[in-house]
């Protein structure tokens, strides 16, 4: 039976699966799963959870690893600061990120969500193991929600919520660390609490909202909420890797139907599916696989795990449920990159060259030379003209600098005002400057002049101006 012959039953879509049809919550049972795919995202998304939470305590150079100090307007990127004056990289690099997930997306589906999102990760990883050690498993935790609030419901709640509560504020304190850095962080943490009543707040909102997340709300972020699984349906085509039903060798001519030792399936023209429903009872999301390609669905592979250990239980080949494409179903061809991932892969790497020659080539000291609005040339001896100049200075990094200016060439002399430049990490500096030529050095109205800028002995910026001068 094809998935998509106009015959099928497609009522399934008119709603999701975690609401009923008078709108109200479908409570998610999960089955504690286990088997090959599930060991794998283990494996990786414990080695992600690592990362996470160890990566605001490195420094490079004094630097956190990663920041995005949205308050201080001051981005770190593996140590390397950007200020608001990178404007044009972070739009670059937003760019390069939508693009990287249109393409992501179009080959391998909802590959991301599945296995490196961070709110799979957290539910699946921690607070439904946490879930499945207390309440125990998808029938426990049934039998559980509907007995009336005695001891053992109240104990095993006031148990679960606590511990979820802890959780929820270690994550709340880590996201916080990438916003305002670790050592602001503790300093929150170790002083009095009326000095930093504001970031308390902050991680009081961002555990409660973690704490609300994980406990209620869960699948419903992937479903109701997460933009990126919105922009599946537009993303994906039948080209794309996906976690999907084989329906050619699952329905065959007569369908599915319940296993029978020792019978010849496929002679009889029976699918390989036996309608266990093992699929449905693992689901995260509480959708049925063999339905086709769904909106709630995360591609987390637990289908995949329940259905092969279905198969290798009855003897029948693994991979009624796998990695592939709808085209690959419906033709059994190997997977080839379509000529749509082709352009985008051309385009994400034509931007990924830029922003990197861009980060390669971005200067540490960055200076700037505005003529002074409303003013022209100034006579200021016998023969020597002045022209005045705001200079805008801005140091990138997290050292002292001090600065000093020197015109090439000598054909020209430069004072400023207000006397040496010292420039404080991350600080702006903007002075009146006064250049002044020779007649003998003017190239008529305008005279190219370029100007050194110093770190002790090493140049490491030259700017170039245009001096106005009378013609002659």
């Not at 296995?115 to 426990?140: H, K, M, S, V, Y």
């Not at 200079?391 to 005002?417: C, F, M, R, W």
Request: charged share 25%; aromatic share 12%; glycine share 8%.
């Amino acid at each position: 039976m094809d998935a998509n012959d106009s015959n099928k039953d497609e009522s399934f879509r008119d709603a999701i699966a975690t609401v009923d049809k008078d709108g109200k919550r479908v409570w998610v049972y999960a089955k504690k799963i286990k088997g090959k795919w599930f060991n794998k995202r283990q494996y990786f998304g414990y080695a992600l959870l690592a990362f996470l939470f160890v990566a605001p305590f490195i420094k490079i150079k004094g630097e956190p690893l990663i920041m995005l100090n949205i308050l201080e307007r001051k981005f770190v990127l593996f140590g390397k600061v950007f200020w608001p004056e990178d404007s044009h990289l972070f739009a670059i690099g937003m760019m390069a990120f939508v693009i990287l997930i249109i393409v992501f997306t179009v080959v391998f589906g909802r590959l991301f969500c599945g296995w490196a999102c961070p709110q799979t990760i957290f539910l699946e990883l921690i607070f439904r193991r946490i879930e499945f050690w207390i309440d125990g498993d998808w029938n426990q935790q049934k039998k559980l929600e509907k007995q009336p609030w005695n001891a053992e419901k109240i104990r095993k709640r006031l148990i679960k919520w606590t511990i979820y509560w802890i959780v929820s504020f270690l994550i709340a304190n880590i996201f916080l660390a990438y916003i305002i850095g670790i050592d602001e962080l503790f300093n929150i943490i170790t002083d009095s609490p009326k000095n930093h009543l504001g970031g308390l707040i902050s991680l009081f909102i961002f555990t409660s909202v973690f704490f609300a997340v994980f406990t209620w709300f869960r699948e419903q972020v992937c479903i109701a909420v997460c933009p990126y699984g919105r922009l599946q349906g537009v993303l994906l085509d039948e080209n794309s890797i996906l976690v999907a039903y084989d329906y050619k060798r699952g329905e065959r001519e007569k369908g599915r139907s319940k296993f029978r030792k020792n019978e010849d399936r496929e002679a009889l023209g029976k699918g390989d599916c036996i309608d266990c429903h093992q699929c449905v009872n693992v689901c995260p999301t509480g959708i049925d696989i063999r339905n086709g390609t769904q909106l709630e669905c995360v591609n987390c592979t637990a289908c995949m795990d329940a259905c092969d250990s279905i198969m290798e239980g009855v003897g029948l080949e693994k991979g009624l449920i796998r990695y592939d494409s709808e085209a690959g179903i419906k033709t059994g061809d190997k997977y080839s990159l379509s000529g749509r991932a082709k352009a985008y892969i051309v385009l994400m790497v034509g931007i990924l060259t830029l922003l990197v020659v861009l980060l390669a080539t971005r200067a540490d000291i960055e200076v700037n030379f505005l003529r002074e609005r409303g003013t022209s040339y100034q006579k200021t001896g016998e023969d020597e003209y002045a022209n005045i100049y705001n200079l805008h200075l801005i140091n990138k990094t997290q050292d002292t600098i001090p600065i000093y200016l020197e015109v090439e060439g000598n054909n020209a002399s430069i004072d400023i005002i207000g006397g040496p430049i010292t420039l404080a990490p991350g600080a702006q500096i903007k002075r009146k400057t006064l250049i002044k030529m020779n007649v003998t050095e003017l190239k008529g109205t305008k005279t190219p002049v370029l100007i050194g800028i110093y770190e002790n002995d090493k140049k490491i910026e030259t700017a170039s101006i245009t001096f106005s001068g009378p013609g002659f």
